[in-house]
């Protein structure tokens, strides 16, 4: 690792680090299967980085320091979920622990579009080009050609919706599925907006089989979209407390037609061949979809969960949100009670409100059974990863109510005569 030696003799410029040959070497064995030796040097960039005084908090330099917290999450015997899908340096817009949710509501839902179709343009251009035989990375288990063919095609249906409300539909036109996978991942290159993360400091897999890019982006691409629905569930609870139900209304129905558009990303994922997921998969152990934030923060924030639920290894594994819950978060749920028990959601604006919380509800319901039966799929009676039950969790709380303060059906129209997004 010359590259990295020269710049460790002068670690005070992380704009020049040298990432593509540390990347390179990770991809070559894998993160599991990286050499003490190349590690212990990354440890001494990171530690040359923490002795930089205070004016060295620039945007390089957080770059750097969330690239090596990522890269060095084995040696430091804390990886997880979010380590493995770099998540800190996705910079997910409205993420947990985003200070001012709900603010500029046009903005951020274009940035979370933009990245998920990056997200997705990245995981196609790779299945091309392996395909093609133009790259080396992640060589063992590639599939066949029928299957990157209907890669693309999902992959392309999958973020049509974003597309559209870019102002991009043409995009997605008549084209074979690999013309337009290639035609997507071009424009997405104009996507990216200064600032924006480079997409390939997110791609650090464990080993080097094809399908676990595939993997990685998927969730990464869910993990942007519950990002998203959490923004929208916090601006509900703002809009039914402040007397604006109209902005409810908008906001739970814009965070069920992200969930309902992201049911192509589960059948883009269910096209990994089970045995390259078994292949990679024995070496995730301590990542667990059980540990994301955002979706905690989606369930807390639709209802206060029962006291078993929230003393769980599935609140444990993110004490911030355990925090929030126990320190009396608001809900949709018990917001919405106040609302109506205090006479200030009444009518035809109240009965919108439940219909939109039904249809919401249905949307997340749905989302959890089609995640149980991918799972099951893929791992049968297993037991999950980062100590899970793995199966068996996901049937437990597949069936479990989105909201108790209505049981409103969600009808096919609303009172204005309009199909309830």
């Known amino acids: 690792m010359r590259p990295l030696i020269h710049w460790l003799s002068r670690p005070t410029e992380p704009r020049s680090f040298p990432y593509s040959p540390v990347l390179k070497e990770f991809h070559r064995v894998g993160k599991h299967f990286a050499g003490k030796s190349f590690l212990a ?95 080396e990375l992640l060589p063992q288990q590639r599939p066949g050609a029928a299957v990157v063919v209907k890669r693309c095609r999902l992959g392309v249906r999958a973020v049509a919706p974003a597309l559209a409300r870019l102002g991009m539909a043409e995009v997605v036109g008549a084209h074979a599925p690999t013309t337009t996978a290639a035609n997507l991942h071009t424009i997405a290159r104009d996507l990216a907006l200064p600032g924006d993360p480079s997409l390939r400091l997110t791609m650090l897999p464990v080993h080097v089989t094809h399908d676990e890019y595939l993997f990685i982006r998927v969730l990464q691409g869910y993990e942007c979209l519950f990002a998203g629905v959490a923004d929208e ?61 955002s979706y905690k923060l989606i369930e807390s924030l639709c209802r206060t969960p029962q006291a078993d ?5 599935a609140y444990q594994s993110v004490p ?13 749920d018990q917001t919405y009670r106040s609302a109506v ?5 009444t009518g035809a604006d109240g009965i919108l409100v439940a219909r939109r919380m039904a249809a919401f509800a249905g949307a997340l319901s749905q989302w959890r059974r089609t995640h149980l039966r991918v799972a099951v799929s893929m791992l049968g009676a297993q037991t999950g990863t980062g100590y899970t039950e793995g199966t068996p969790y996901l049937a437990a709380i597949s069936t479990a109510p989105v909201f108790t303060a209505t049981t409103t059906d969600p009808p096919a129209t609303d009172p204005s005569g309009k199909r309830c997004a």
């Open 41 to 135: 040097l990354l440890d001494s960039a990171r530690q040359a980085m923490t002795r930089q005084g205070p004016g060295s908090d620039d945007a390089a330099t957080r770059q750097l320091a969330a690239f090596l917290d990522v890269a060095l999450d084995k040696w430091d015997g804390r990886y997880d979920y979010r380590s493995y899908l770099a998540l800190r340096l996705l910079r997910l817009p409205c993420g947990p622990d985003d200070p001012t949710p709900g603010a500029q509501t046009a903005a951020r839902r274009q940035t979370r579009d933009r990245l998920l179709v990056r997200l997705v343009a990245d995981t196609l251009a790779f299945e091309l080009a392996a395909a093609a035989r133009t790259t």
């Open 341 to 345: 028990a205090e006479g200030r959601l």
């Open 309 to 313: 639920r929230l003393d769980s290894v």
């Open 320 to 332: 911030e949100i355990q925090a929030r819950v126990r320190g009396g978060q608001p809900t949709v």
């Open 233 to 293: 569930l916090r601006a509900t609870v703002a809009a039914l407390a402040g007397q604006t139900p109209a902005t409810a209304v908008d906001r739970l129905g814009y965070a069920g037609d992200l969930l309902r558009t992201a049911g192509p990303l589960f059948s883009l994922l269910a096209t990994m061949q089970p045995e390259s997921f078994r292949t990679f998969r024995q070496y995730t152990e301590g990542a667990s979809a059980i540990q994301s934030r």
